[in-house]
């Protein structure tokens, strides 16, 4: 059966709403799909409407940033109590702080003479405020897209590069993106339910055993291993590590948008498939 348990909308940093991501997924043969939108639950119940239509069964889930000792980490949560007002609590605290990281950069911008309106940019957001919608915002002004494309030397500045000189540059600032304790969702999720799942561990850095042991002590369910920012080699070994360790193993696509500029590949649906059947463990998520 094919599934995508890593999806993002337009609630977070995705470009779709739940509704016309459910009808993506359905034309691509997915049967179970997880939301799993970054810092906020908003998205949840449009798409769960959107997915029974569309005969998918719809997975409760959240993409967290948390901090694991001086690790900065991104945990997949599924199947836990989305009305619990403490998540909700937890989860607007994120909101807030990242909110402020993200208006200090546009003052900072704004003091260097670029054309932005803040409180209009930042009221466009209710929940999580995503970066790559505020480039889209910020290079919306033909002024300020020349002086970008000028200071980058680029004719087509890829939003990497854009985040990389403007948003995570110290000598104008550095976003701070609006990380949790692991300890306190770990304490959370024994009141509200779920399984947590270290999200697509091989992104940035090689995958730590002894890292993975800890936080399996802690309470770790499983680790996501197929994913497009992983290797075939990263996936073999977190494969030897899930056995190992009895984790459960899950995979997304981890969806945004399509891309655009008329590229050939456009989703990573296009050369990989999510089989449940080659996932140890995911029936404890998907049932």
């Not at 701070?176 to 697509?200: P, W």
């Not at 969806?255 to 296009?270: D, I, K, T």
Request: aromatic share 10%.
């Amino acid at each position: 059966m094919l599934i995508d348990l890593q999806l993002h909308s337009a609630y977070s940093d995705g470009y779709l709403t739940p509704t016309k991501l459910a009808e993506i997924i359905a034309k691509q043969g997915v049967k179970t799909a997880a939301l799993t939108d970054h810092n906020t639950v908003a998205g949840l119940n449009e798409f769960r409407a959107a997915c029974k239509k569309k005969n998918i069964k719809p997975i409760i889930g959240l993409e967290l940033y948390v901090k694991f000792k001086s690790r900065k980490l991104n945990l997949l949560w599924y199947n836990f109590d989305d009305t619990n007002f403490q998540l909700h609590d937890i989860l607007r605290e994120s909101q807030v702080r990242r909110r402020a990281s993200v208006r200090k950069i546009l003052q900072k911008l704004q003091q260097i003479d670029f054309r932005i309106d803040i409180e209009k940019q930042l009221d466009k957001y209710n929940h999580y405020i995503p970066v790559n919608h505020v480039i889209s915002d910020l290079i919306s002004y033909s002024a300020n897209f020349k002086r970008i494309k000028k200071e980058l030397s680029s004719k087509n500045p890829r939003e990497e590069e854009i985040i990389n000189q403007y948003f995570t540059n110290k000598e104008i600032a550095v976003l701070r993106e609006s990380y949790l304790s692991v300890e306190r969702i770990f304490r959370l999720r024994e009141k509200i339910g779920g399984q947590l799942v270290l999200c697509h561990p091989a992104k940035f850095s090689y995958v730590k055993r002894e890292m993975l042991l800890a936080l399996k002590k802690m309470g770790l369910d499983g680790i996501e291993i197929l994913s497009p920012h992983h290797s075939y080699g990263a996936i073999m070994y977190l494969q030897h590590l899930a056995r190992e360790m009895n984790f459960i193993t899950t995979g997304g696509s981890d969806f945004h948008r399509f891309e655009g500029n008329n590229y050939p590949l456009q989703q990573s649906w296009q050369y990989y498939k999510i089989n449940s059947e080659l996932l140890s463990g995911i029936k404890k998520i998907i049932g």
